[in-house]
């Protein structure tokens, strides 16, 4: 054989070895429970639709409007945005969240990214909503939050001509605008709240879409047993037990306890990179630290410093594509518009 062909060959098996590592660990990824978000648009559709309230171009159009109006909250400058502010990764950047007269949330709770939360099976740390529609009226009457009664809501909406239309715009002319349409039309704004990543082509089949460090990993995050509750399309989002091999190191900053199990609804992991500081109560700053508290006491391992930044690496790659979301302009009050009320 000449040495052309021999280093030819040896580079085809080495090629070989690669792609097939490679498709091994997509098939791995896949059994441990992760999914893709779908890549046809359609698909999509089905996953993040309430057929109950379909989405409509025009109802994501007010339901945006709505994320983004300060005059739904009691004092006009409180906005869903303020706390899931869509250029910071959906979150604040606060580990407790402020809100109404500067009132931290008493249970010093972080604010959870809005992005993906479609994919949530539950709402809330304590996973006490079911869904979108039902969360959102929770903030806005919320006193740390919002502090906006229903019928003030009501009141500030239906006084502004120009909401009166778009209503009947997305719903039809004898629409009745009342609080939980409200919220519901935020819900559907945010359903479409979703971000693939270079992590989901991967998973549908791109071996190139993340580099060997990404791979290696993600390896270490299926391996070390992250998967058995980040998974499914969010890689979070269902309730799962937490401390089950150890107290939180903060465990004892703002009292949060989970829901009457003591369980814990699973962040997503999408878009981690951009949402720090970590844990319900935003006790911990760095990606890496909140890997290996992980370890700590969800698995009872210790996570080496160099593992932990090798998963970190990993988690970068699931920061995703932001929906192309324009700062809408909001239309005027009027003189019969309840006033802001700072108390
Ligand atoms: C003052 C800050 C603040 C404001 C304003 C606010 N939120 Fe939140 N939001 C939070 C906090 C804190 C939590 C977690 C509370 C809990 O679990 O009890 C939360 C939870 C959520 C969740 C659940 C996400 C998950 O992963 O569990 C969604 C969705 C959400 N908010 C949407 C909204 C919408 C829509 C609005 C406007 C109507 C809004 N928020 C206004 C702070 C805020
Ligand atoms: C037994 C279930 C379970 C396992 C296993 C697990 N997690 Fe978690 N993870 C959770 C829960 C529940 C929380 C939220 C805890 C809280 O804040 O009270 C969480 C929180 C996190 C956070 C902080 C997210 C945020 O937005 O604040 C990160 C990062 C994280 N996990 C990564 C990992 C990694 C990496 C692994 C593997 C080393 C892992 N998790 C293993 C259930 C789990």
Not at 176 to 183: G, M, R, S, T, V
Not at 297 to 317: R, Y
Request: net charge negative; glycine share 8%.
């Amino acid at each position: 054989m000449k040495t052309a062909s021999v280093v030819a060959s040896l580079v085809l098996v080495g090629t070989c070895a690669l792609a097939s590592s490679d498709s091994e660990l997509l098939e791995k990824v896949k059994n441990s429970g992760v999914k893709p978000i779908p890549q046809s648009q359609l698909e999509l559709l089905k996953l993040v639709d309430d057929p109950k309230n379909p989405i409509t171009e025009n109802k994501v159009e007010l339901g945006k409007k709505l994320y983004f109006e300060p005059r739904l909250s009691k004092s006009g400058l409180i906005s869903c945005n303020t706390c899931h502010n869509l250029g910071l990764g959906g979150a604040d950047g606060v580990a407790a969240a402020v809100g109404h007269k500067w009132t931290a949330n008493p249970a010093h709770l972080n604010s959870p990214t809005v992005y993906n939360s479609v994919l949530n099976k539950v709402q809330f740390w304590d996973g006490r909503s079911p869904h979108l529609e039902d969360q959102a009226q929770g903030p806005i009457q919320a006193g740390p939050e919002m502090a906006a009664p229903a019928e003030l809501v009501v009141a500030r909406v239906t006084s502004i001509p120009a909401y009166v239309e778009e209503f009947k715009k997305a719903y039809g002319d004898d629409v009745k605008i009342d609080f939980k349409l409200i919220a519901d039309t935020i819900a559907i704004f945010e359903r479409t709240l979703v971000t693939p990543s270079r992590f989901d082509k991967f998973l549908h089949g791109d071996l190139d879409a993340l580099t060997p460090a990404e791979k290696e990993g993600l390896n270490l995050f299926v391996d070390k047993g992250c998967a058995s509750c980040h998974n499914d399309i969010g890689l979070g989002g269902t309730m799962q037990p937490f401390q089950v091999a150890k107290k939180y190191k903060f465990a004892s900053l703002g009292g949060f306890q989970g829901d009457e199990n003591g369980m814990v609804k699973t962040p997503t992991l999408r878009n981690i990179e951009e949402t720090a500081p970590y844990f319900h109560n935003g006790g911990i700053w760095s990606l890496a630290d909140a890997v290996k508290e992980m370890g700590s006491t969800q698995l009872g391992i210790s996570i080496s410093n160099d593992d932990s930044k090798k998963i970190v690496t990993f988690l970068k790659a699931l920061t995703g594509e932001k929906p192309d979301v324009s700062y809408p302009i909001l239309p005027a009050s009027t003189i019969n518009t309840p006033k802001p009320d700072m108390n």
